[in-house]
């Protein structure tokens, strides 16, 4: 395989990861009445779960194998 068959594979599953945490039953799970440093749970785990894909794919872009 070549190094662009790779990443492609790599960032497939990345958008499968984000399909999967921005779904309905995982989502459920962070629809707390409860606040993370002032902010609602739900929006705290939103941003974290954004902010992680976006890492991993730059992660996966600008490495080399």
Known sequence: MGEFEVKAQRLVALCLLGLLL???????L????????GIPVLYAYIFAAWSLLI????IVVETGD
């Open 22 to 28: 921005f779904n309905y039953p995982i989502l459920a």
């Open 30 to 37: 962070f629809n707390v009445p409860a606040t993370v440093f």
């Open 55 to 58: 890492a991993g794919m730059a």
